[in-house]
């Protein structure tokens, strides 16, 4: 069965800080990967996934994540947040079905 | 350009109510599928859909009931409601291909009391 951990729960950075959310998947077979985000009050929307090709992934917004395969892990990066990307952040594996993991709730201080 | 549609947005219901949250796409998504958003714990399974008439359980199906008549319409059936059930509800929608993006509904916020 696939399954995927965050392990972040909470995350609160200044604005201009560097961000990185930890996402580990445990699935034997070829994943396809998601990074969704869930803005206050609003629904999920895709932030950005990997299928194939290049392990390095860039969304929208300035985020970017990198899939690496030995290390089973998803992690999603950002070089300065701003005080609009506090939000809830959601890895996802996709294999048939989509499984999220339980999210990370970012807060961005001005 | 409605996308994912969930009716109702709010529901307070008494424990014992049935009731059915609806959901319908008009991007001729193959799969459909509902979720419920609980603090702390994400967004856990509760059925899906790979096609019209084909469903199948996901995580937490108990207490619900799905059924795929047509494409476009997935709607959610709570048999008996109980306090547990008060939560967050999401539709979702994609092709069926493991590669494709899942779009959202606006969720429904159920209460019971």
């Known amino acids: 069965a696939q399954s995927v951990s965050q392990h972040n729960h909470h995350v609160i950075l200044s604005e201009a800080a560097s961000l990185e959310l930890g996402c580990n998947y445990s699935?034997?077979?070829?994943?396809?990967l998601f990074w969704y985000v869930q803005y206050p009050g609003q629904h999920l929307q895709l932030l950005l996934k990997?299928?194939?090709?290049?392990?390095l992934v860039k969304g929208i917004k300035g985020f970017e994540a990198e899939f690496i395969k030995s290390k089973f892990s998803f992690n999603l990066r950002k070089p300065s947040v701003q005080w609009s990307d506090t939000a809830e952040y959601f890895c996802?594996?996709?294999?048939?079905?989509?499984?999220f993991g339980t999210g990370t709730r970012l807060t961005i201080i001005p | 350009n409605a996308g994912v549609t969930q009716t109702p947005k709010f529901q307070v219901l008494k424990t014992g109510q049935s009731m059915t949250l609806q959901c319908a796409q008009d991007?001729?998504?193959?799969?459909m599928s509902w979720y419920r958003q609980d603090p702390g714990m994400g967004l856990r399974l509760i059925h899906y859909?790979?096609?019209?008439?084909?469903?199948d359980q996901g995580e937490v199906p108990n207490g619900y009931n799905v059924s795929r008549s047509t494409t476009e319409d997935f709607p959610l059936r709570l048999l008996s409601a109980a306090p547990s059930q008060t939560s967050v509800y999401f539709c979702?929608?994609?092709?069926?291909?493991?590669?494709?993006?899942?779009?959202f509904g606006q969720g429904t916020r159920l209460t019971v009391v």
């Open positions: 859909s790979v096609g019209a008439g084909i469903t």
């Open positions: 996802a594996v996709k294999w048939g079905k989509l499984t």
């Open positions: 979702a929608s994609s092709y069926h291909r493991n590669e494709a993006e899942a779009f």
């Open positions: 990997y299928f194939s090709g290049d392990p």
């Open positions: 699935y034997g077979g070829t994943v396809n």
């Open positions: 991007m001729n998504h193959e799969y």
